[in-house]
């Protein structure tokens, strides 16, 4: 146990640190990350930025981020500006700080797993109590569950993911809408891979006309290829902008990472380029895996949920034998699979053949092993 003997305060006695396995092998799709470099234009733009701003090191940063906020404002539309937007060091940090004004002690926020295992650990950070609300079978969440559950426990704050990670399943804005109706409270939208949603998918961001209460978080690490620059924002009221400004820390965001962030937007649509293309390696993952009688999340996100194995930890660790890194979100007989390269998609699913060779599975299929000879 991380810091056994010392007196940690109770609610965080015992836990342990968010993390992943970071195993070397020559195919990692465990942790989401974009599997394209930035173009050279692109990193000769930041390379640049970062330059320029080296020279004035000696100074601190814009506290507030205006230029890197009206850049990410005008990225985003709807009708955005500078007062509607908030930047931090990744979108784990804006939540952390949504958390710290609108959560604490003597409140509670409310999730619906499987979600992102990173909202519990946050509560838990912020001495935010944490409720587990319910999904359907088939990880769907409905509207009228989805308020029933708000109203009846009445939580501070509502943690909505769409699309949601580890099922890659994108919500309805209906369900947004029937929880906003409800909840007494501040409802945060993790819109982290929103970028990769199929075409028809509506984002949250065009409801917050109206809704003061509604929050959208988003991050750069995903689509813009952006996870080492650690940059996420959200999209809310100027009040919320306000709010969290109670609690962010002195000149939070640094002079490089805001310069290269701001570089990154100013070439957002290069960056973009590689979205299509992760997008249709994650298409073709879901119906290959579908081919092989494995039981599929439909995904809008740039990852694939996949089962159900009878063990999920053996499967992981045949894969991880034959060279391939996949994730073990802790779902029992499922695994989650990032959408990478065409060649990194073929290495997974050579792997997979193998294993399903192998191992024990259920699916609805239940397809004649013979099939992957």
């Given at each position: 146990m ?7 305060r109770?609610?965080?006695?015992g ?5 992943a396995?970071q195993?070397?092998?020559p ?6 990350e ?8 692109v990193a000769?733009?930041?390379?640049k930025?970062?330059?320029?701003a ?7 940063p ?5 230029a ?43 999730g ?17 109590a944490?409720l587990?609300?319910?999904r ?10 989805a ?8 939580p ?5 993911c ?5 099922t ?23 819109e ?6 199929r ?8 409801l ?7 929050v ?26 306000g ?22 937007l100013?070439?957002a ?11 249709a390696?994650?298409d073709?993952?879901v119906?290959?895996?579908?081919a ?6 439909p ?6 949920l ?9 499967a ?5 034998d034959r060279?391939?890194?996949v994730?073990?979100?802790?779902l ?6 990032t959408a990478?390269t065409?060649?990194?998609t ?9 294993v ?8 609805p299929?239940q ?7």
């Amino acid at each position: 146990m991380s810091g056994a003997g010392l007196p940690i305060r109770a609610g965080l006695r015992g836990r342990t640190p968010y993390g992943a396995p970071q195993p070397d092998v020559p195919v990692r799709l465990n942790t989401n990350e974009n599997p394209y470099p930035p173009p050279d234009e692109v990193a000769a733009a930041i390379e640049k930025a970062l330059g320029a701003a080296v020279r004035d090191l000696n100074r601190y940063p814009d506290r507030d981020a205006l230029a890197l906020r009206e850049d990410l404002a005008r990225y985003l539309g709807h009708g955005r500006t500078a007062a509607h937007v908030w930047a931090a060091n990744g979108s784990n940090e804006i939540q952390q700080q949504l958390l710290q004004v609108f959560g604490g002690p003597g409140r509670r926020a409310l999730g619906f797993p499987p979600a992102y295992s990173m909202h519990p650990l946050l509560a838990a950070g912020t001495a935010t109590a944490w409720l587990d609300g319910r999904r359907s079978p088939g990880f769907t969440l409905g509207p009228e569950s989805a308020a029933a559950q708000v109203a009846e426990h009445r939580p501070d704050v509502v943690f909505l993911c769409s699309p949601n990670n580890p099922t890659g399943t994108a919500l309805p804005l209906a369900v947004v809408e029937a929880v906003l109706a409800v909840a007494p409270g501040i409802v945060i939208v993790d819109e982290a891979y929103a970028e990769f949603a199929r075409p028809g998918t509506a984002s949250a961001l065009s409801l917050l006309d109206g809704h003061e209460r509604l929050v959208v978080t988003r991050t750069m690490s995903k689509a813009f290829g952006f996870a080492g620059g650690r940059v996420g924002y959200l999209a809310g009221s100027p009040k919320v902008v306000g709010a969290v400004q109670l609690v962010r820390l002195p000149y939070h965001l640094s002079v490089l990472t805001q310069a290269a962030a701001r570089a990154a937007l100013a070439h957002a649509p290069a960056l973009l380029g590689t979205v299509e293309a992760i997008k249709a390696q994650r298409d073709r993952l879901v119906a290959t895996l579908t081919a092989y009688g494995l039981a599929v999340a439909p995904s809008d996100a740039n990852f694939v949920l996949f089962g159900q194995f009878a063990d999920g930890p053996a499967a992981w660790r045949a894969l991880l034998d034959r060279g391939v890194l996949v994730r073990d979100v802790g779902l029992p007989g499922w695994l989650r699979v990032t959408a990478g390269t065409a060649a990194e998609t073929d290495a997974f699913l050579a792997a997979l053949t193998g294993v399903l060779r192998e191992q024990p599975w259920t699916g609805p299929g239940q397809p004649d092993r013979e099939e992957y000879a």
